[in-house]
């Protein structure tokens, strides 16, 4: 039987239209996550990755602060870019070192290394300066205050949503943001720590609460110790 030719148009265009719907689904490209990149965890608590890598067991993870989320298996997404989907899920978490370990989803997220991070470095002592990166604050430096133990207290501007967050020193990872608090070193005027504004800007005025870090190397020592996700970290 001979077609016409509106026949023959109307045909084709059901056949492209059958084509299409039989296409499959183009794949959503993974996402780069490293120190500093901006993160959701379960969808409410805004925080900063630490820094991003590989386990011992060749696992794709990151790191960020424990105050983020209060229970293992919250999903994590990007701030900002939540469409990419859910990066990762919290493997464990360490409230009195206040880190988490993130064991990323590979298909939607891959580690990569903060820019101008050549390696890690033991925390800083006093009158060392350190640096760091944060969602709300971006990059501040500032003096290292105090050391005690894996803790240490900078004038470092950090903010809610900074938590977690790398602290460097001349290019090296140092720390992750913890929070804000007087050091135990400033004795009488730790009273201070009830008037002063937390730092929203590194434009402030230095009359801030100081930042308190944790040492990376003893997250990572805690981690590998205790044989948890994170163990052996080796950033990307």
């Not at 990569?112 to 990166?133: H, L, S, Y």
């Not at 801030?208 to 990572?220: C, K, Q, R, T, Y």
């Amino acid at each position: 039987m001979r077609m016409t030719r509106l026949a023959r148009l109307a045909a084709a265009a059901v056949m492209a239209g059958a084509t299409a719907l039989v296409a499959p689904a183009v794949a959503q490209a993974a996402v780069p996550v490293g120190g500093g990149t901006p993160v959701l965890v379960n969808g409410t608590a805004g925080c900063t990755i630490t820094a991003a890598g590989f386990d011992a067991s060749g696992a794709p993870v990151a790191f960020t602060a424990a105050h983020c989320s209060d229970r293992i298996n919250s999903p994590v997404l990007l701030r900002g870019n939540e469409d990419a989907g859910v990066i990762g899920t919290i493997a464990t978490r360490n409230e009195i070192l206040d880190y988490s370990v993130i064991r990323l989803d590979p298909g939607v997220a891959f580690p990569v290394r903060q820019a101008g991070v050549t390696g890690r470095a033991p925390a800083p002592e006093f009158g060392d300066i350190v640096c760091k990166d944060g969602m709300t604050t971006g990059h501040s430096c500032g003096i290292t205050w105090q050391r005690e133990g894996a803790r240490f207290w900078s004038q470092a501007c950090a903010g809610f949503g900074d938590s977690g967050g790398p602290m460097t020193k001349d290019g090296r990872l140092v720390g992750l943001v913890s929070g804000g608090h007087m050091p135990p070193a400033a004795g009488s005027l730790s009273s201070l720590g009830q008037v002063l504004p937390s730092c929203v800007h590194p434009a402030q005025s230095p009359f801030f609460i100081p930042a308190l870090g944790v040492s990376f190397d003893a997250v990572v020592a805690d981690a590998t110790e205790r044989n948890w996700p994170g163990r052996g970290f080796q950033m990307a």
